[in-house]
C-alpha cells in the first residue's frame, strides 16, 4: 500500500462507508430484501445492518415494506433524478455555452441550485493564462454571485430564503451582506432579466447571469460569463449580459421543447446532440 494511500485511509468513517455499502447491495438487487439477505450480502451481521438501515430509513434513502423488506427509498432516487437532471441540463445548454465561449472568449459557466449554495454543473474555459478561482463541480453561495442572484430574484420569496444563510458571508469589499442591499439588487435583476456580480465573489473578476426556466416560472439553472476586470471594456459591459440573456432564453425554450414532448408533462427527457448556437 502507498503513503498516499494509508493517509487517505486516514479520513474514511467506517460506519460511514459500511452504511454506504448496504445501501449498494440494495441499489445493485433491484428489488426488495430482507434483513438477513442485506446482511449476507454486505458481509455484516444482522444487528449491525439494522441499525444503518434504520438511520438510512430515518433519511429517507430506504424504506420498509409492510412484510418487513427493505427497498431504496425517496431520497436515494431523488439523487438519481438530480443527476439525470444535471446531464439534461449540460446537454440542452452546451450549444449555446459555445456561442459565448465563442463570442466574447471569456469562460461561460452553467449553474443549478442544490440546498444553500449553487453548483457549477458545466464550464468552458479560455485559453488565457488569466484564470479565475471556480472550477467545475466547485459551490458558491447565491448572494454573492450572478448565477445566484439570478436565480432566486425568480423564485418565490418563502423558497429564495431557503437557499440564503441567515448571515450574508463577505468575501469582498463588495459583497452584498444585508438583506436590504440584496433585495435591491434582486429587484434589479427581475427589471432586466440579468445578474450582475461586480466584484462580489471574487476579487478582480465580474460576471453576468441570466436565469434558465424549465416547465414551470421558477428558475432550473443559471448561464453567465465572467470576465477579469483587466480585459472589461465598457463595450463588453454593455454586450455581455444582453447575449447572455438571449442564450438563456433559448435554453429555457430546448427544455420546454423536451418537457412537453416527454411522457409526463413537466418532466425533461435528454437532448444530447442538440444543434448549435441561436444567433
Not at 82 to 90: S, W
Amino acid at each position: 500500500m502507498t503513503r498516499n494511500a494509508t493517509r487517505n485511509e486516514d479520513y474514511i468513517v467506517k460506519p460511514l462507508a459500511n452504511a454506504l455499502g448496504v445501501l449498494g447491495v440494495l441499489s445493485a438487487a433491484g428489488r426488495s430484501m430482507s434483513l438477513r439477505d442485506i446482511a449476507a450480502a454486505s458481509g455484516t451481521s444482522k444487528t449491525t445492518v439494522f441499525r444503518y438501515l434504520q438511520t438510512l430509513a430515518l433519511m429517507g434513502f430506504v424504506s420498509k415494506q409492510p412484510a418487513g423488506d427493505y427497498t431504496l427509498g425517496p431520497a436515494a432516487f431523488a439523487l438519481a433524478r438530480e443527476d439525470n437532471r444535471d446531464a439534461t441540463l449540460k446537454s440542452a445548454a452546451l450549444g449555446e455555452m459555445q456561442g459565448l465561449a465563442a463570442e466574447f472568449g471569456e469562460r461561460v459557466s452553467l449553474g443549478a441550485p442544490k440546498g444553500k449554495r449553487i453548483y457549477y454543473i458545466s464550464m468552458i474555459e479560455n485559453d488565457s493564462p488569466l484564470r479565475l478561482r471556480a472550477e467545475s463541480g466547485d459551490a458558491d453561495y447565491f448572494h454573492s454571485t450572478a448565477l445566484g442572484k439570478a436565480m432566486i430574484a425568480f423564485m418565490p420569496k418563502e423558497k429564495a430564503d431557503l437557499h440564503l444563510n441567515s448571515r450574508l458571508t463577505r468575501f469582498t469589499a463588495h459583497t452584498l451582506t444585508t438583506r436590504r442591499q440584496l433585495d435591491q439588487a434582486l429587484s434589479l435583476v427581475r427589471k432586466y432579466g440579468f445578474a450582475i456580480d461586480r466584484e462580489e465573489n471574487e476579487v478582480g473578476c465580474v460576471c453576468y447571469a441570466a436565469p434558465i426556466f424549465g416547465w414551470g416560472e421558477t428558475p432550473v439553472a443559471a448561464i453567465s460569463v465572467s470576465v477579469p476586470i483587466s480585459r472589461l471594456t465598457a463595450d463588453l459591459d454593455v454586450r455581455i449580459p444582453d447575449r447572455v440573456r438571449q442564450r438563456a432564453r433559448a435554453i429555457t425554450t430546448l427544455l420546454r421543447q423536451d418537457a412537453a414532448a416527454a411522457p409526463n408533462p413537466g418532466t425533461f427527457k435528454s437532448h444530447r446532440g442538440a444543434g448549435g448556437a441561436s444567433g
